[in-house]
C-alpha cells in the first residue's frame, strides 16, 4: 500500500509537470505568432507596405493590398510610381485567391489615381503597361472570383485609355483571347469584352472588327462560349445601330435559340428584351415572337421559367413601336396570373406582379379589360409576396389608368391591402399620396379617415411611424375644414406617442398640415397652433424640446410669417430654460434652420436669442449657438482637473492607511479575554500593546490630511442610475422642477426591437 501510494503521488507530479510544460509551449507559441505577425504601426503606410509585403501571413497581405489606394493616396503620385509600383507583380501571383481577388477590386481606383485622367503621362503609360497586362493576366485565374473581378476591373480601366489607341492597346487583347486555343476561358472572357466595350470601341470599329470576332465565337466548339455570346449581344446591337444588328447579329442569335444544349438557350431566353431593344420593330414584332414563344413550349423547364421570367421587359420593348403589341403575347402574360404549385412555376404570379405596370404602360388605359382579370387574381392571391409586390406599384398604375379605372377598380386593391399584413399595408401606404392624388376629392376624403385609423389596429410601431410621416403629404389633398377635423387630431395624438421615433416622424407633417390650415381662416389652425405652443411651456423637458424641433419644421415649409407672430416670443423661453438641453436644442434648431432663412435674416429679436445662447453658462450650448471660444475653456478645465486628480490620489492613500490602523485596534480590543481573574494580565498585557502602539505613531510619518474642498471633490457622486425621472435639472438653476414620471415605452408585438425613447444630447457634467 504504502509503495502504491507512492507511485500515485508520482504520477500525480509528472502530470502536473507535463502541464506545466505544455502551458510553457502555449505559452511560447502565442509570443511567437504575436512577434511574427505584429505590424509596426509607427512606420507610414507605405514603408509598411513595403516591409510587410512579403509576408508570410496571408490576411495581412490582404490587408495591406485592401489598402493600396489609401497608400497611394497617402504617398503621392510621384512616390507611387517609384515605390509603390514595382510591388505589384508579387500580389497579382500570390499564392492567396483572396489576395488576388482584393487586387483586382483594388485596381481601377488605383490606376485612376496614378492617371491623374490623363494629364499624367508618366502615369497614363503606367495604365498601358502596367495595370492593363496585370488586369488581363488576372482574367484567366483559375478562381472565378479572381476572374470575375478581373474582368469588371479591365472593363473600368479600359475607360482609362485615349480612343485612338483603343485600337493598339484595348482591340489586340481581345482578339489574342478570342483566338487562343488553349483554354476556353479565355474564349469566354473574349466573348463578354466584345459586348462591354463595344460602346467604347464605336460603331464603325465594331463592324470591322468586333462583329466577326462573334461570329467566329458564336460557333465556337465549347458551350460556355456560345452561352456567353448568347447572353452578352444586347450592347452590341445598339451599338451598330438596329439595321446592322438585324443583318449581322441576329442570324447567330435566332441559331443560338436552337442549339442542342439547353443552357445556350436559356441565355438566349435570359436575354430577348436586350436584344429585342435594339431591333426593328418589324422584326421584333413577327420573327422574334415566334422565338419567344418556341421559348415558352421548351422541353426544359429551366429555359420555360427564364422566359416567363423575361416575358414582362419583353413586352414593355413594344412600348416605342407604332404597332400595338400583339395580344397573343398579352394573353400569354395575363395567363401567369394564376397560382399553381407546380415547383418553379409556383413563382410565376410574382413575375406576373412585378411586370404589371410595365406592361399596362406599354398597351395602355385604352386596352385595361385586357389587364383586369389578371389584376383581380393578383390582389386576391394566395401567396403574400406576389400582393405585396403589387402594392408597392398600385400608385404608378392609377397613373398609368387614370381617375376612373383607380376609382372603380384599383380602389378596391387599395381596401385589401389597407386590411392585409403590414409588410402589405407599408407598400401601399409609402407611396399613398401619389396613388389618392389620381382620385377626385370625394374619395380622398373617404380614404384619409382610413388610413389614420389604422395606428388603432396595430400594435407595430414603425407602422405608426411610417403613418405618421406621410400625414403632412396627405394635407394638401383634402380642405383645411377636413384636415381640422380629420389630421389634427391625428397630429396631435401622434406628438404624444410613447415611441420617440413616432413622434420625431411626426415633426415634419404637422408643420405641413399647419401650412394647409393657413390657406383657411384663424379658426382652422388656431387649435394646431395653440398645442404647438404650448409644447414651450409644458413641464416635461421632452415637449419643450419638441417645440423646438417644430418651430425649425415650421420655418422650413415656408410658414415663416407664423413663426414670427406666434412662435418668437416662446422660442426666447426656450433660451432662458433651466434644462441645459433643452437650451442645447434649441441652439441647435436655431442655427442649423431658422436663422438660414432669408425672410428671418434681419429679426431683431431672433438675433438677440442668438446673442443669449452663445452667452450661455454651458460650453455646449454656446458652441451650437455658434460660439466656439467655451470649447477652448473646457480643455482647460480639463486639464486642471487631470492635475487636482493626481493630488487626490495622494489623500486618498493617506485615508486608507489611517482606516488600516483603526483596523488594527479594534482587532486587539476583541482579543481581550473576558475573564475577571486574568485582569491584571489582561492589564499588563494591554499596557505594552498601548505603549508600543504610542511608539509606533510616533515612528509613523504624519498622514496628509486633504483640505476640506479636495476631499469633498473625492466623495462619489450619488447614483442616479436607477432613478427613472424624465426631468433633468441643472444644479445651477434657481427653482427647481418636479420630476415628471416616465411614460411606458410601448413593446411592439411584431418582435422587432423597441427604440429608446428620446435621448438627450451630451452636455457637460456641469449642468446635469
Not at 442570324?251 to 435559340?257: A, C, D, G, Q, R
Not at 380642405?479 to 406628438?495: A, I, Y
Not at 405641413?512 to 382652422?524: H, I, M, N, P, T
Request: with cysteine.
Amino acid at each position: 500500500l504504502k509503495l502504491q501510494f507512492l507511485y500515485f503521488i508520482g504520477s500525480i507530479k509528472m502530470l502536473g509537470s507535463h502541464h506545466d510544460e505544455e502551458e510553457s509551449y502555449e505559452a511560447d507559441d502565442d509570443e511567437f505568432l504575436f512577434n511574427e505577425y505584429s505590424i509596426d504601426d509607427t512606420l507610414d503606410s507605405l514603408t509598411r507596405l513595403e516591409r510587410y509585403h512579403g509576408s508570410d501571413f496571408s490576411l495581412q497581405r490582404m490587408v495591406l493590398v485592401r489598402d493600396i489606394t489609401d497608400t497611394a493616396l497617402e504617398a503621392g503620385r510621384e512616390q507611387t510610381l517609384k515605390r509603390l509600383l514595382p510591388l505589384l507583380p508579387a500580389f497579382v501571383n500570390d499564392t492567396e485567391s483572396a489576395v488576388r481577388q482584393t487586387l483586382a477590386e483594388q485596381m481601377y481606383p488605383l490606376a485612376e489615381f496614378v492617371c491623374d485622367s490623363g494629364k499624367s503621362e508618366e502615369g497614363y503609360q503606367e495604365v498601358l503597361n502596367s495595370f492593363l497586362p496585370f488586369s488581363i493576366e488576372l482574367l484567366s485565374d483559375r478562381n472565378s472570383d479572381v476572374g470575375s473581378a478581373a474582368v469588371e476591373a479591365l472593363f473600368k480601366v479600359c475607360t482609362l485609355v485615349r480612343p485612338e489607341q483603343f485600337e493598339a492597346h484595348v482591340l489586340s487583347v481581345i482578339q489574342q483571347l478570342a483566338h487562343d486555343e488553349r483554354l476556353e476561358d479565355y474564349r469566354v472572357v473574349a466573348a463578354e469584352l466584345c459586348n462591354e466595350l463595344a460602346p467604347l470601341l464605336g460603331k464603325d470599329l465594331c463592324l470591322a472588327k468586333i462583329v466577326p470576332e462573334v461570329q467566329q465565337l458564336a460557333d465556337d466548339q465549347g458551350f460556355s462560349v456560345r452561352k456567353t455570346v448568347a447572353a452578352h449581344l444586347g450592347k452590341l446591337c445598339k451599338t451598330i445601330g438596329p439595321d446592322e444588328a438585324v443583318a449581322k447579329i441576329f442570324p447567330l442569335y435566332e441559331s443560338l435559340s436552337k442549339d442542342m444544349i439547353w443552357g445556350v438557350r436559356k441565355a438566349c431566353a435570359e436575354s430577348i428584351a436586350d436584344i429585342s431593344e435594339a431591333l426593328t420593330p418589324e422584326v421584333r414584332h413577327n420573327k422574334l415572337a415566334d422565338i419567344f414563344k418556341s421559348f415558352l413550349e421548351d422541353i426544359s423547364r429551366w429555359v420555360r421559367v427564364a422566359a416567363s421570367m423575361n416575358l414582362g421587359p419583353y413586352l414593355f420593348t413594344f412600348n416605342s413601336d407604332p404597332e400595338p403589341c400583339p395580344p397573343s403575347l398579352v394573353k400569354l402574360f395575363t395567363n401567369m396570373a394564376s397560382d399553381t404549385e407546380n415547383g418553379a412555376e409556383a413563382d410565376y404570379p410574382e413575375f406576373c406582379a412585378f411586370n404589371f405596370p410595365a406592361v399596362a404602360a406599354t398597351i395602355g388605359k385604352e386596352r385595361w379589360s385586357e389587364l383586369e382579370p389578371a389584376f383581380k387574381k393578383l390582389i386576391k392571391g394566395v401567396q403574400w409576396k406576389v400582393r405585396k409586390t403589387l402594392s408597392y406599384s398600385l400608385h404608378e398604375i392609377a397613373k398609368i389608368v387614370g381617375k376612373d379605372i383607380t376609382e372603380n377598380v384599383l380602389s378596391e386593391a387599395f381596401e385589401l391591402f389597407l386590411k392585409d399584413l403590414d409588410e402589405v399595408r407599408v407598400g401601399c401606404l409609402r407611396n399613398v399620396e401619389e396613388f389618392l392624388g389620381v382620385m377626385g376629392q370625394e374619395k380622398r376624403e373617404q380614404y384619409i379617415p382610413e388610413i389614420c385609423n389604422i395606428t388603432d389596429t396595430t400594435d407595430s410601431w414603425r407602422l405608426r411611424m411610417l403613418i405618421g410621416s406621410i400625414l403632412g403629404n396627405l394635407a394638401p389633398l383634402a380642405s383645411p375644414e377636413f384636415c381640422k377635423e380629420q389630421l389634427v387630431p391625428m397630429c396631435t395624438r401622434m406628438m404624444d406617442d410613447s415611441v420617440s421615433d413616432v413622434r420625431q416622424a411626426i415633426y415634419n407633417s404637422v408643420a405641413k398640415v399647419l401650412k394647409r390650415l393657413c390657406d383657411g381662416s384663424y379658426d382652422e389652425y388656431e387649435t394646431l397652433l395653440e398645442n404647438i405652443v404650448g409644447c414651450a411651456k409644458a413641464q416635461s423637458f421632452q415637449k419643450r424640446q419638441m417645440f423646438a424641433y417644430l418651430a425649425k419644421e415650421v420655418v422650413a415649409t415656408g410658414c415663416t410669417d407664423v413663426f414670427e407672430k406666434h412662435f418668437i416670443a416662446a422660442y426666447g423661453e426656450l433660451a432662458r430654460d433651466t434644462v441645459a438641453n433643452v437650451r442645447l436644442i434649441a441652439a441647435k434648431c436655431l442655427t442649423e434652420g431658422i436663422v438660414s432663412d432669408e425672410k428671418l435674416a434681419g429679426n431683431e429679436k431672433l438675433l438677440g436669442i442668438v446673442q443669449l445662447l452663445r452667452g450661455d453658462s454651458d460650453t455646449d450650448v454656446a458652441f451650437f449657438a455658434g460660439n466656439p471660444r467655451p470649447r477652448m475653456l473646457d480643455r482647460a478645465r480639463e486639464e486642471n482637473e487631470m492635475l487636482r486628480s493626481d493630488d487626490a490620489e495622494q489623500v486618498a492613500q493617506a485615508q486608507t492607511a489611517q482606516a488600516q490602523a483603526q483596523e488594527q485596534e479594534q482587532e486587539l480590543e476583541q482579543q481581550q479575554p473576558a475573564a475577571a481573574e486574568e485582569g491584571d494580565v489582561v492589564m499588563h498585557s494591554q499596557g505594552d500593546n498601548e505603549v508600543q502602539g504610542e511608539e509606533d505613531e510616533r515612528d509613523a510619518p504624519p498622514a496628509e490630511e486633504a483640505p476640506i474642498e479636495d476631499v469633498e471633490m473625492l466623495q462619489e457622486p450619488d447614483d442616479n442610475h436607477g432613478i427613472e425621472a424624465e426631468e433633468v435639472l441643472d444644479e445651477t438653476a434657481e427653482e427647481p422642477v418636479e420630476p415628471i414620471p416616465q411614460d411606458n415605452v410601448e413593446v411592439p408585438a411584431d418582435g422587432g426591437e423597441e427604440p429608446k425613447p428620446d435621448q438627450e444630447p451630451e452636455s457637460s457634467n456641469d449642468d446635469i
